[in-house]
């Protein structure tokens, strides 16, 4: 318990003053009467994207009181302004720092490379691919946060198509070779590596900054979420190509999860399901939305307009993107991840993404 408290101490000086009343919410649980209003501390995604804006925190701070009369409230603070790193999320939800909290499967997969397995860049080249592969993952990934770091899964997101916006003309998957590519994930490293381009890990609020900089040529992130920061001002093409889905997990840690009463887990087991719907829908819709504004299409719901050139990928891009993702990408994969990775990939995805992506 001593080095527990420690690293505990460690964290909450390194993250400020919510990731203090995280901790000390599992001992409010605790103490409070069963007539008390129990207040939450969530962890959630990235600030200034609609997930968040839009969904994660309307739920938790206007309806989640509602659905309970208020007997359960909560608090709300995207991860990326908690001062925590994405990369400590699975750590510090096994440990408690974090009760409740959002972890990106991408960046969890450096501490557990097996979490990556459905969202591997190339796996899913739409929507309805990505949902097949969590719905035959999801039994794995249950287990494995349960049995393996102490924490309940809950939901399960995405964000928007993760698309490539370039400074310089492209007109194909191979013209990335050579190119500075921002990249958030290994897997997504493996993919540019293999196209001959050098992968540079940044976080999301850093995109920016390299594009002016130099630092980067072209960037991986969401359709919509670039158009939210205003990528398209420094960045002239969009390939149109979902590399990644940025899919993550909501879950709780297991000791704050129990902690809770019965009554208030079967109301969260209700509601989460209907927000993680909520949150897929809206990753579809602003895929579409984000490459129609970004590109000044006659249509453009919500988003701002700009005049970025779209670059749709051809029928030699989509096999070169099943043969990156079968000799490079997923080769890479299992041997990082071992065995066990094999054996779920062939058991679980396989049969859904087609044995010809398995060799």
């Known amino acids: 318990m001593g080095s527990l408290r420690s ?8 993250a400020g003053s919510f990731s203090l009343t995280a901790v000390l ?7 409070a009467s069963a007539a008390d209003p129990i207040r939450l501390r969530i962890v959630g995604g990235l600030a200034n994207v609609n997930q968040y804006t839009r969904h994660e925190q309307p739920f938790w701070t ?3 009181p509602q659905l309970t009369a208020g007997k359960l409230t909560a608090e709300i603070v995207p991860f990326d302004r908690a001062g925590i790193r994405g990369q400590e999320m699975l750590r510090l939800m096994q440990l408690g720092v974090v009760p409740f909290g959002t972890v990106s499967l991408g ?10 397995a459905p969202d591997l860049a190339g796996l899913n080249p739409d929507i309805e691919t990505a949902r097949k592969s969590v719905a035959s993952f999801r039994p794995t990934l249950d287990k494995t946060l349960r049995e393996r770091y102490g924490i309940e899964l809950l939901a399960v997101y995405i964000y928007p198509a993760q698309l490539v916006f ?7 998957l191979a013209d990335l070779s050579g190119r500075r590519v921002r990249i958030s994930s290994a897997h997504q490293a493996d993919f540019i590596e293999a196209l001959g381009g050098v992968p540079v890990q940044t976080g999301f609020a850093e995109i920016i900054a390299n594009i002016k900089s130099g630092n980067v040529d072209c960037a991986i992130t969401g359709s919509m979420s670039g158009n939210g920061i205003g990528l398209p001002e420094h960045t002239g093409y969009l390939y149109t190509m979902p590399i990644t889905w940025g899919m993550s997990i909501f879950g709780a840690n ?10 208030a887990r079967t109301v969260l087991r209700q509601a989460l399901p209907k927000l993680e719907q909520a949150i897929w829908g809206e990753a579809e ?20 307009r700009f005049s970025m050139t779209a670059v749709t990928p051809s029928r030699a891009d989509e ?8 000799s490079k990408v997923l080769a890479r994969w299992l041997l990082r991840c071992g065995h066990d990775c094999a054996e779920v990939w062939n058991t679980n995805l396989r049969p859904v993404v087609g044995p010809d992506l398995a060799r």
Do not use: H
């Open 25 to 31: 919410s599992l001992n409010m649980w605790a103490e």
């Open 285 to 304: 819709r602003e895929t579409i939305e984000g490459i129609d504004c970004n590109t000044d299409a006659t249509v453009c719901g919500q988003g701002r």
């Open 319 to 326: 096999a070169q993107r099943r043969a990156l993702f079968s």
């Open 254 to 263: 297991a000791a704050a999860w129990n902690a809770l009463p019965s009554d």
């Open 107 to 116: 960046l969890a997969s450096a501490q557990e490379p097996l979490l990556a």
């Open 62 to 64: 206007q309806q989640l």
């Open 166 to 172: 370039c400074k310089r003309p492209l007109a194909n």
């Open 7 to 14: 690293l505990k101490r460690q964290y909450v000086r390194g």
